[in-house]
């Protein structure tokens, strides 16, 4: 039992890394935004009654057609884009039967034989020990070279469009099963990856990609409580070396990233146990109990489903022409890879920096609103990270809520490049100020506040020669070597101007004064 708790906390290597490989590939349904369905004109919105979101079409009623949603297709081809996929030029849909309780129709319209977007790849961090950390044996290719610039590279099999099955509702009464077909016939786009994933921290750190991909292009709000975003898990393990893979088991049922990495570390930890017993992994699906930790068996998987796919019939095949492909990619926002790798390489900033920054959208595209107006990166990059962020999140909000244009706080930042202002004014006046008044400023509140430094070197000599006349001691025991004691001619020059002197300027004058007179 100790070593199972040690695999699924993660503390420490879990001992059977050094025997078998762990193989894992993610199937990721993401619910697109749109108005209406995806066949049908019925709407597509969460929380609303249940059953309302309905027609003659999501029922399935007999002589009833689906129309295409052209906007689902054009969502699916900028996550294509954006996850560096072949965009098919010509397309058509399939029927999927398979016995669906919660969609009337009895089967679902969704893509086979040609995805509208294959063979891509997302880039991660780069989590991997060892110049055998990305496997060139791999059927998806090499990706060395990734990992030595630090990420490490997971394909993109296909994404293909579908739509979504209604809910069946098991816990509010113990007798009956409740359907709600609201969600029947709702637009998904599934993305299904490479089994190039090794560790459940991979896992983790491709969805939080995959999402971050989908709320940049506005295409999905990456919510996995609400079912918005799903992810099933084929899992398996091969001997160290060996290149064919061995016996995956598919888990379903995860509600967030942090489960979808605990039972992937559980289930390899599991099937190890299986092998080294000498035992057999039989292919099944499993589904993942949170509370305890642990996966257990649903259903057996050892024959594979006739899901008789055939084109569908009802609707046209389509096409997706140049023009439809660069329209949709220029109209698409900087995506967080090409933003990192621009805050990092151009702008000079860490990696944890463009991180931070690029995380989410609003923050990313205020930073880049910021940088327009001021060449300082990294003051701009500690103003959006440091005080606005802390602000928004004290009180719960967005950055859409946040009172600072980037205009104004590209302001504040050249008052203090320009000296004007110190960063401790900058931060505990100034950005206070600017966050109560929405018209004025940084310049104008300084102004009016009586707020910028004073540069009068006059002024700042005449203070230093009144306090080394009150403090005479203070002033031998500095010319004697005690050169910390710099700081109490600074606090009292400070002191003196009200907090308005340039510190720099007036350290300057302080130490010369000290010299001079000594000399």
Same mark, same amino acid.
């Given at each position: 039992m100790s070593t199972k708790k040690e695999a699924v906390t993660g503390t420490g290597a879990p001992h059977w890394s050094e025997k078998y490989e762990l193989v894992v590939g993610l199937e990721v349904h993401a619910q697109l935004i749109t108005n209406s369905k995806a066949y049908s004109s019925d709407p597509n919105a969460y929380g609303d009654h249940p059953n309302t979101n309905v027609s003659v079409v999501t029922l399935g009623h007999p002589g009833t057609l689906p129309v295409a949603n052209k906007k689902v297709v054009e969502l699916a081809v900028r996550m294509g884009l954006a996850t560096n996929c072949t965009i098919a030029p010509w397309m058509h849909y399939a029927r999927k039967n398979y016995f669906y309780p919660d969609l009337p129709k009895g089967y679902q319209i969704t893509q086979d034989h040609t995805p509208i977007c294959t063979k891509g790849h997302v880039d991660i961090p780069n989590t991997r020990t060892g110049a055998g950390s990305a496997d060139p044996k791999s059927p998806s290719g090499a990706r060395d070279s990734f990992a030595a610039l630090g990420m490490t590279r997971i394909g993109i099999t296909r994404i293909h469009m579908e739509e979504d099955a209604g809910k069946s509702i098991h816990d509010m009464?113990?007798?009956?099963?409740? =359907?709600? %077909?609201? /969600?029947?016939?709702?637009?998904? *786009?599934?993305? =299904? +990856?490479?089994?190039?994933? /090794?560790?459940?921290?991979?896992a983790y750190d491709y969805l939080v990609e995959i999402r971050r991909l989908v709320r940049y292009l506005d295409i999905c709000d990456g919510n996995m409580e609400e079912g918005s975003l799903r992810c099933d898990a084929n899992? +398996?393990?091969?001997?160290?070396? #060996? &290149?064919?893979?061995?016996?995956?088991? $598919?888990?379903?049922?995860?509600?967030?990233?942090?489960?979808?990495?605990?039972? *992937?570390?559980?289930?390899?930890?599991? #099937?190890?146990? =299986? %092998?080294?017993?000498g035992g057999v992994i039989h292919m099944e699906t499993r589904t993942f109990d949170a509370g305890k930790g642990i996966t257990i068996g649903m259903r057996s998987k050892e024959l594979a489903h006739d899901y008789r796919y055939f084109p569908e019939p009802d609707l046209q095949p389509i096409t997706v022409s140049e023009a439809m492909k660069e329209a949709i990619r220029m109209d698409m926002p900087p995506l967080p /890879? $090409?933003?990192? &790798?621009?805050?990092?390489?151009?702008?000079? %900033?860490?990696?944890?920096?463009?991180?931070?920054?690029t995380d989410d959208k609003a923050t990313a595209l205020y930073y880049e609103a910021v940088i327009a107006k001021t060449n300082n990166y990294k003051s701009a990059a500690n103003w959006v990270m440091g005080d606005m962020r802390g602000w928004l999140n004290e009180r719960g909000l967005e950055i859409s809520e946040f009172p600072i244009s980037a205009e104004r706080l590209a302001g504040l930042i050249a008052l203090i490049d320009r000296n004007k202002v110190s960063h401790t004014v900058a931060s505990q006046k100034?950005?206070?100020?600017? %966050?109560?008044?929405?018209?004025?400023?940084? $310049?104008?509140?300084?102004?009016?506040?009586?707020? =910028? #430094?004073?540069?009068? &070197?006059?002024? *700042?000599? /005449?203070?230093?020669? &009144?306090v080394m006349a009150k403090y005479p001691e203070k002033v031998a025991a500095y010319r004697n070597g005690n050169k910390g004691l710099l700081g109490l001619f600074m606090g009292e020059v400070m002191k003196g101007t009200k907090g308005k002197a340039d510190p720099k300027r007036a350290n300057e004058v302080v130490r010369k004064l000290l010299e001079q007179e000594n000399g």
């Amino acid at each position: 039992m100790s070593t199972k708790k040690e695999a699924v906390t993660g503390t420490g290597a879990p001992h059977w890394s050094e025997k078998y490989e762990l193989v894992v590939g993610l199937e990721v349904h993401a619910q697109l935004i749109t108005n209406s369905k995806a066949y049908s004109s019925d709407p597509n919105a969460y929380g609303d009654h249940p059953n309302t979101n309905v027609s003659v079409v999501t029922l399935g009623h007999p002589g009833t057609l689906p129309v295409a949603n052209k906007k689902v297709v054009e969502l699916a081809v900028r996550m294509g884009l954006a996850t560096n996929c072949t965009i098919a030029p010509w397309m058509h849909y399939a029927r999927k039967n398979y016995f669906y309780p919660d969609l009337p129709k009895g089967y679902q319209i969704t893509q086979d034989h040609t995805p509208i977007c294959t063979k891509g790849h997302v880039d991660i961090p780069n989590t991997r020990t060892g110049a055998g950390s990305a496997d060139p044996k791999s059927p998806s290719g090499a990706r060395d070279s990734f990992a030595a610039l630090g990420m490490t590279r997971i394909g993109i099999t296909r994404i293909h469009m579908e739509e979504d099955a209604g809910k069946s509702i098991h816990d509010m009464d113990p007798f009956n099963t409740l =359907v709600d %077909l609201n /969600r029947a016939g709702v637009p998904l *786009i599934e993305i =299904v +990856s490479e089994p190039d994933i /090794r560790s459940g921290q991979e896992a983790y750190d491709y969805l939080v990609e995959i999402r971050r991909l989908v709320r940049y292009l506005d295409i999905c709000d990456g919510n996995m409580e609400e079912g918005s975003l799903r992810c099933d898990a084929n899992i +398996s393990l091969r001997p160290i070396g #060996q &290149e064919n893979f061995g016996t995956r088991c $598919e888990v379903k049922n995860m509600n967030s990233f942090r489960n979808v990495m605990r039972a *992937i570390e559980y289930e390899a930890q599991r #099937q190890s146990e =299986v %092998l080294d017993a000498g035992g057999v992994i039989h292919m099944e699906t499993r589904t993942f109990d949170a509370g305890k930790g642990i996966t257990i068996g649903m259903r057996s998987k050892e024959l594979a489903h006739d899901y008789r796919y055939f084109p569908e019939p009802d609707l046209q095949p389509i096409t997706v022409s140049e023009a439809m492909k660069e329209a949709i990619r220029m109209d698409m926002p900087p995506l967080p /890879r $090409e933003l990192r &790798e621009k805050y990092v390489l151009k702008l000079g %900033l860490s990696d944890y920096d463009a991180g931070i920054l690029t995380d989410d959208k609003a923050t990313a595209l205020y930073y880049e609103a910021v940088i327009a107006k001021t060449n300082n990166y990294k003051s701009a990059a500690n103003w959006v990270m440091g005080d606005m962020r802390g602000w928004l999140n004290e009180r719960g909000l967005e950055i859409s809520e946040f009172p600072i244009s980037a205009e104004r706080l590209a302001g504040l930042i050249a008052l203090i490049d320009r000296n004007k202002v110190s960063h401790t004014v900058a931060s505990q006046k100034l950005f206070p100020l600017l %966050l109560d008044d929405a018209s004025s400023t940084a $310049e104008e509140l300084a102004i009016k506040h009586d707020l =910028v #430094q004073s540069t009068d &070197e006059g002024l *700042i000599e /005449r203070l230093v020669h &009144e306090v080394m006349a009150k403090y005479p001691e203070k002033v031998a025991a500095y010319r004697n070597g005690n050169k910390g004691l710099l700081g109490l001619f600074m606090g009292e020059v400070m002191k003196g101007t009200k907090g308005k002197a340039d510190p720099k300027r007036a350290n300057e004058v302080v130490r010369k004064l000290l010299e001079q007179e000594n000399g």
